[in-house]
């Protein structure tokens, strides 16, 4: 990365410089639009041509074996790693690689890790309280009151990841499958446009997994949603679209019948899968 | 001064040429037989003559000596001269050896043989005056130059320059032509050309052309304000041409010292680099640690008294092995209980560094040690008139680098080189492959512990060893591995001697103390804009 | 702890009255403040209850002390920036007021130079350095208490937090900035009076300081200090900012993605936190009546380090409890074996780290928690006990 380039980056981290988000506009197609998108690590091509179009309100799947660059591709939308060519935007009017990840997130677009970092520290109600779309300056922060309206709101995303009777609770000590919500619900704060969620289901029980599918179906629709997921029990129970991703760009799209009868994914992925299965 | 040299040259005149064909005789011939014998009471007339009120006649009596063509007369005048040609109460002349104390040292002054301590009281000078000191010292300069040994005829050519008398010109070229010694010949004959470029003369200004001693520059520009413009632009011309050469020598001195710093700041971060680096272990008692080494250096030489040189080799696996073990006792006793709180670990390092420092000034002594430094490894490298190298810090700079290089062989082509390197990557991979973590870091610590020690070592040769050594050195060494790139051990190596050679360019335009401030908020900046260091490490690891 | 989100929906800076722990830690101060006064000023001299000048002194002295623990706290407990440099904002504080200080001596010096301090005219200047006008007026110089330390951390600050250096880099490039400072003050030609410092003092806004009335005063206003600046931390650490602070602390990455510029509350609360520290130096250079250098060793910063451990970082008032108990040790201990003190301070280092890492905060809450536990059926204590456990 050149210096410059560095420097012109830095400089946005205060966002006084620069110009001040407008609503995302989706009449004129897609919500989510990358192409021609390229990253190398010291020359391993992470990410090689991809082209990706998510529809409004759409709940899409992205599988693909381990190293076919979901979580970069992730990085790339939420502005942490840069491509060194293609585009990206969010809506037609913001291009994704002109900014960084505070303005990513407020722009409305929500990350949920692989693995659930919420806030030990601090109880589930203000996990949620922080996550809020609010004004997130620092003296708006530093005199926010809590007002019923908020505690409405928050009331509610803890109704529907079902915490509720935890709200008291350091989320510290709740468990993985909880924190899994518990970080789903704080994305739902950010009221977002288009979720991206990193293995939501990794060490899940049974019934958890369960749970995990009807919050996120339930989603869709309002928000749209991008699921990477590695288990295809739960990705066949919540697809209607499915990527496959290999080596860095798209080897297949469409419904999960569709990609499962790809011979090109039988072979690199599935395929592979059932061998390993065998 | 011209005045007294006039002086000495008249004796030296009286002198003449008789001395110039005995002398070199008397080098041939009197090599250790014992032939003066004969002359001693020759001699101690000599002598007799200089114990009398008159000055004047003291100056005749020492210009008798310088005649005599005695062996012994070099001593005897260097002895008037120090005040060390004494007289006892009864009557005999003896030398002084050691005027400090009550009683002193005596010996005889024609056999030279010792005689035991007399008491001050009881011995009485022979007093010279300044006129006199003068005319002695021009008389054993020009004396020396006779002398068989090649050592004190260069310091008395040395001295010569910028002191030759228009008279004293035509001995010295015929001393120039008979000396062998390339060294004192060369001397001679740019004493000479000082002269003469003093004196406005072509030959002189020529000769002295690209000589860098300060003594032909002053009669450069002498010379380059002679009324004979052709003298004059020659002059002006080596003046500009010795300048050159003068700003390129003290180009090269700075960077030497620069080189010198920087290997210091080297031994001193590169055990930091090895446990901050690569264990992630903030270690502040680590400057504590090389004061642990140097104090084993000092401990060394008490255990072994009068072979400064042997103590400090031993001193070497001595102090890396003190300091590995109090390292190996750090890490046991406090930091393994730490692992993964890098702030709490700290602080805690930090309170050792405390305990650690008061134990010496409680033990030993709050006040700085002297450690010697053996023979081989004083004096300096003259490599010409305006640049000299110090021997000791030639040693350093040298040890610094087989340090670095001895521990990149460790770290790449041993295996617990490879075993470290296996930890930092994938700890918990590493112990699923069978290698216990444990051992490598205590290893690990012990040997980056150890390095510390062996800057101790180098560094007693260099500064005060005292309490406080490590601490002067702590921020320093973190600001190397930080400048660096944290666990890359090149880039200590090159930030090291880099910041050496920054901080002693700046120095002489902005001071000691302005110096090392500048390049600190140099490197406060620095990290603003690559906070990974010059040389970082790269890939998905290091984003953690 | 401290989680009183759901109930609060006053006004930020009043908050903390409402908390149980603020009431008791302002009650306990202003309660020692009333008794030293009453004993000073009441109890005869001669009556061993007697609190003589010097001591009144001393505990002016802790007390500064204990606002720049709380300082300290606040940015290290709640934001987790352990800053080894904080003795450079207290210094740089302590020498706004040192340098005001100087210039009421007026012509009472030495050498009686109208506007010249002593060292100045025995360094031959003949004109005052810019940076030292306006330090005649007190206005200007209190101000400047609180704007340099400010401008300082904003800076430093500004720089360190974007290029999101924080950790031990942060640890360690804050140690070589109160270093730095430390080197440019010893230089005379700083113009802050080299080695020596500032001292001599003679008068505050008119008070001699030699009396004991104004040493009193000091002492009080310390304490008022205390208590305000106490009550301001309070506020921010039990507002939304707080907890984005503790966010921060624990997953700054998380918090990025939540949309919160973390680089700007890092910013404002090391700013806050570092205009404390000045307050502290301003308000314990006339108890002590110098300010020189050796306030910027590196060791001096990571001493105060050491109190907010052994108090209890992330508490506040451990942070007081601690500062207070190291120095009065140290007060102890350098009187009767000074030796050994080095010895005590580098032992609490590795035993509070090692044993105690929640300090002696944490002990009472352990103790708490142990004797709430033994009488769970009391229905008093269930209801406290959400606040508690959070």
Redesign the interface.
């Known amino acids: 990365m050149s210096l410059l380039q560095s420097l012109s980056q830095r400089d946005r981290v205060f966002d006084f410089m620069a110009p001040q988000a407008s609503p995302v506009d989706v009449r004129h197609g897609p919500i989510l639009y990358m192409e021609d998108v390229t990253v190398s690590f010291d020359g391993f091509k992470a990410i090689n041509n991809l082209n990706l179009t998510i529809n409004d309100g759409e709940l899409r799947c992205i599988i693909g074996p381990n190293g076919a660059g979901k979580t970069t591709m992730m990085d790339i939308i939420t502005g942490k790693t840069r491509p060194n060519s293609g585009s990206v935007w969010f809506g037609s009017r913001h291009n994704l690689l002109h900014m960084n990840e505070p303005d990513i997130a407020s722009l409305g677009i929500g990350r949920k890790f692989q693995k659930p970092t919420v806030f030990e520290a601090l109880s589930v109600f203000e996990n949620l309280e922080l996550a809020m779309a609010a004004d997130k300056r620092i003296f708006p922060t530093l005199t926010a009151r809590m007002t019923g309206e908020i505690k409405d709101r928050i009331d509610e995303v803890l109704e529907t990841i079902g915490l509720k009777a935890l709200r008291h609770q350091p989320a510290g000590i709740l468990s993985h499958g909880q924190k899994q919500w518990l970080e789903i619900g704080m994305l739902l704060m950010q009221r977002p446009r288009l979720l991206l969620v990193d293995e939501p289901v990794a060490g899940m029980t049974e019934q958890e997994m369960e749970r995990t599918a009807e919050l996120l179906t339930g989603l869709a629709g309002k928000q749209s949603v991008v699921v990477v997921e590695h288990d295809m029990g739960f990705v066949r129970s919540i697809a209607r679209q499915v990527t496959v991703l290999h080596q860095g760009s798209v080897l297949a799209e469409g419904t999960m019948d569709q990609v499962s009868n790809d011979p090109k994914v039988i072979e690199v992925y599935l395929g592979a899968d059932d061998e390993e299965a065998a | 001064m011209r005045r007294f040299l006039s002086l000495a040259l008249l004796c030296f005149l009286l002198l003449g040429a008789t001395l110039t064909a005995q002398a070199q005789t008397d080098t041939a011939n009197n090599s250790g037989s014992d032939n003066t014998g004969a002359n001693d009471s020759a001699a101690l007339e000599l002598l007799e003559a200089l114990d009398v009120e008159s000055y004047t006649a003291k100056g005749e009596a020492i210009t008798a000596i310088l005649q005599s063509d005695d062996e012994r007369a070099r001593d005897w005048l260097q002895a008037l001269l120090d005040g060390r040609l004494q007289r006892t109460e009864d009557g005999r002349f003896v030398l002084v050896l050691e005027n400090r104390g009550r009683d002193w040292p005596v010996a005889d002054v024609l056999t030279g043989e010792a005689l035991g301590e007399m008491s001050r009281r009881d011995l009485e000078r022979i007093g010279i005056n300044n006129n006199l000191r003068n005319q002695l010292r021009s008389a054993i300069a020009v004396v020396d130059l006779y002398s068989p040994n090649v050592e004190r005829r260069r310091t008395s050519a040395e001295r010569l320059l910028g002191e030759v008398d228009g008279e004293l010109v035509p001995t010295l070229d015929d001393l120039i032509e008979q000396e062998e010694d390339e060294q004192v010949r060369y001397r001679l004959t740019q004493a000479v050309a000082i002269y003469r470029a003093e004196a406005g003369e072509m030959a002189g200004v020529e000769a002295l052309d690209g000589s860098l001693h300060p003594r032909s520059r002053v009669a450069l520009s002498r010379a380059a304000n002679s009324d004979d413009p052709i003298v004059a632009n020659a002059a002006a011309a080596s003046l500009a041409g010795i300048e050159q050469q003068l700003k390129l020598n003290r180009g090269l001195e700075t960077l030497y010292f620069g080189l010198s710093l920087g290997s210091v700041l080297v031994l001193a971060a590169i055990g930091l680099a090895i446990t901050f680096g690569v264990m992630g272990v ?1 270690n502040m008692a680590h400057g504590e640690l090389m004061m642990l080494g140097a104090y084993t250096t000092w401990a060394m030489q008490q255990l072994l008294p009068g072979q400064p040189g042997l103590a400090l080799i031993l001193s070497i696996p001595a102090g890396f092995m003190v300091a590995a073990l109090a390292g190996v006792a750090i890490e046991r006793g ?1 930091i393994q ?2 692992k993964g ?8 390092t ?6 650690l ?3 010496v ?2 033990v030993i002594s709050p006040l700085n040690r002297t450690v010697i430094t053996p023979e081989w490894m004083s004096g300096s490298l003259v490599v010409n008139d305006a640049l000299s190298l110090t021997l000791n810090r030639m040693v350093v700079l040298g040890f610094a680098l087989v340090v670095f290089a001895g521990l990149m062989l460790i770290m790449r082509r041993t295996r617990l080189g490879l075993e470290v390197r296996a930890v930092t990557q994938n700890r918990a991979m590493a112990r699923s492959m069978g290698i216990r973590a444990t051992r490598v870091d205590i290893m690990t610590f012990a040997l980056g512990s150890g390095v510390a020690g062996l800057a101790g070592v180098a560094l007693s040769q260099l500064t005060n060893v005292g309490p406080n050594l490590g601490q002067n050195y702590i ?1 320093d060494s ?2 190397v591995v ?1 400048f660096g790139g944290v666990g890359n051990l090149w880039g200590t190596l090159v930030a090291g001697l880099s910041l050496g050679v920054i901080n002693q360019v700046l120095e002489p335009w902005a001071g000691a ?2 110096a ?2 500048i390049v ?2 140099f ?3 620095f ?3 690559r ?1 990974r260091g010059l040389f970082p490490q ?3 690891a290091a984003e953690g | 702890m401290s989680l009183t989100t759901e109930s609060s929906t006053n006004f930020w800076l009043t908050r903390p009255f409402s908390e149980r722990s603020t009431q008791i830690f302002l009650g306990v101060l202003l309660a020692a403040l009333a008794l030293v006064t009453l004993l000073h000023v009441a109890v005869p001299p001669g009556n061993p209850l007697h609190v003589g000048a010097y001591t009144v002194n001393l505990f002016g002295k802790y007390l500064s002390y204990a606002l720049l623990a709380v300082a300290v706290d606040l940015v290290w407990g709640y934001l987790g920036i352990l800053s080894l440099g904080h003795g450079a904002f207290f210094a740089i504080g302590g020498y706004a007021m040192g340098m005001y200080l100087m210039r009421q001596i007026g012509d009472r010096g030495t050498y009686g130079h109208p506007v010249l301090p002593d060292f100045m005219v025995f360094l031959n200047w003949d004109s005052l350095p810019w940076f030292w006008h306006g330090f005649d007026m007190a206005w200007f110089a209190f101000a400047m208490v609180l704007l340099a330390p400010g401008l300082l951390a904003l800076v430093f600050g500004f720089l360190a937090f974007r290029s999101r250096v924080t950790g031990v880099y942060l640890s360690i490039i804050t140690q070589a900035l109160t270093f730095a400072l430390m080197l440019a003050f010893f230089r005379n030609e700083m113009g802050f009076g080299g080695n020596n410092g500032l001292t001599d003092f003679r008068e505050i806004v008119g008070f001699d300081l030699r009396s004991d009335a104004t040493r009193l005063g000091l002492f009080l206003a310390t304490g008022v200090a205390l208590a305000l600046g106490y009550i301001l931390c309070r506020a921010i650490v039990t507002s939304k900012l707080g907890r984005v602070s503790v966010a921060t602390r624990d997953a700054e990455a998380r918090t990025r993605f939540l949309g919160y510029r973390v680089e700007r509350f890092q910013l404002f609360v090391f700013v806050v936190s570092a205009m404390l520290a000045g307050l502290a130096g301003a308000l314990y250079v006339p108890q002590v009546g110098i300010i020189n250098p050796s306030e910027f060793s590196p060791i001096f910063s990571i001493e105060i380090v050491l109190w907010v451990a052994l108090g209890g970082r992330a508490t506040l008032y451990g942070a007081v409890i601690g500062a207070i108990l190291v120095n009065y040790a140290k007060t102890i201990f350098t009187g009767v074996m000074p030796d050994a003190w080095l010895f005590a301070l580098g032992a609490m280092f590795v035993l509070v780290t090692v044993f105690l890492p929640k300090g002696v905060a944490g002990l009472f809450r352990y103790l708490k928690r142990r004797k709430r536990e033994d009488q769970t059926t009391d229905p008093d204590h269930q209801h406290t006990s959400k606040e508690a456990s959070a």
């Open positions: 903030i406090v209980f730490l709180r890098p702030l709490e670990t700290l602080l805690a930090f309170g050792i560094s405390l305990i420092q008061q134990l000034r409680t921020i973190f600001m930080v103390v302005l090392k401030i600190l908020v490197i406060i900046l990290i603003q804009k906070p790269k890939g998905r």
